[in-house]
C-alpha cells in the first residue's frame, strides 16, 4: 500500500541547534512532495513542495528539503532552529503527480528549548 | 475573502447519532479533501473530490459519506456515529492540476467527539 513514514515521533532540540526531519513514502511512479507545519492550535501552513527540477528545495523561515529520488525520501532541514520552530511537522506525498491523493505522515512533534 | 470555511467548530455526539460537516470555499477551487487528524497519526484522507458531482474514496473512508453537489461545497456525513470517529476533521481545497504554485487551503477544523 502508498504511504508515508516520517521516522520521528518526537524531536527536541535547542536553540541554534541543526535539524534534520526524516520522510519516506512507497510509490514508484511520479509524486510531488511537501513538508507542512502546524503551530499550535492552528491549521497547517505549507513550507515547500517539490514538483520537478532542483531536488534541493528551500522553503520559508530557512526550511529546505531535499528529494532523493533512489532512496524515496525527502528530509526537511534547518540549519539553526529557533524557539519559534516549536511545532508539528507533516511530510506529505502527491500520488501520481497533480493533487489527486494527497498522503500525510503521521507528523513530528519538534519541541524548541531556549 | 474567506477561504475554507468549516462549520460546526465544536460537536458532541452520542453514539448512532448522525450529522453533516460542512466545508465551503470561496476560491472557485476544483479539488476538495476531507481529513481526520488523530494524535500519532498525522492527517488521513477520508474522501475527496476533484470537481463538482464527482467523489473518490481516501485512506479511511468507512463509515463516511461525501457530497460535492456544488463546487463550493464539500460535505462530510456521519450516518451512524462511533467513538473510534472522535477526531478532529480538516477538509482543504486546492486549484487543479498545474497549477503548481497553489499550495493547498486548509480550514480550521471540527472538533468531534462522540460518546
Known amino acids: 500500500a502508498q504511504s508515508v513514514s516520517q521516522h520521528n515521533h518526537h524531536v527536541i532540540l535547542s536553540e541554534a541547534a541543526s535539524l534534520e526531519l526524516g520522510c519516506n513514502y512507497s510509490?514508484?511512479?511520479?509524486?510531488?512532495l511537501f513538508w507542512y507545519v502546524q503551530y499550535p492550535g492552528q491549521h497547517l501552513q505549507l513550507l515547500l513542495k517539490y514538483f520537478s527540477g532542483d531536488p534541493l528545495v528551500k522553503g520559508i523561515k530557512g526550511f529546505e528539503a531535499e528529494f532523493i529520488k533512489s532512496k524515496f525520501s525527502f528530509n526537511l532541514r534547518k540549519p539553526s532552529v529557533q524557539w519559534s520552530d516549536t511545532a508539528e511537522y507533516f511530510c506529505a506525498v502527491n500520488l501520481g503527480g497533480g493533487y489527486n491523493k494527497l498522503i500525510f505522515g503521521a507528523g513530528t512533534r519538534l519541541a524548541v528549548h531556549p | 475573502n474567506a477561504g475554507v470555511t468549516q462549520t460546526p467548530k465544536f460537536r458532541v455526539l452520542k453514539t448512532g447519532q448522525s450529522m453533516t460537516l460542512l466545508c465551503a470555499q470561496d476560491?472557485?477551487?476544483?479539488?476538495m479533501y476531507w481529513y481526520r487528524q488523530d494524535p500519532g497519526m498525522g492527517l488521513r484522507l477520508i474522501h475527496y473530490s476533484v470537481g463538482e458531482g464527482t467523489t473518490a474514496k481516501g485512506e479511511v473512508p468507512d463509515g463516511y459519506n461525501v457530497s460535492r453537489l456544488k463546487k463550493q461545497n464539500f460535505l462530510l456525513g456521519l450516518e451512524s456515529a462511533a467513538p473510534s470517529q472522535t477526531s478532529v476533521y480538516f477538509c482543504?481545497?486546492?486549484?487543479?492540476?498545474?497549477?503548481?504554485?497553489?499550495?493547498?487551503?486548509f480550514g480550521n477544523g471540527t472538533r468531534l467527539t462522540v460518546t
Open positions: 510509490y514508484g511512479g511520479t509524486v510531488n
Open positions: 476560491m472557485n477551487h476544483e479539488y
Open positions: 482543504a481545497s486546492i486549484l487543479p492540476q498545474g497549477a503548481t504554485d497553489s499550495p493547498l487551503h
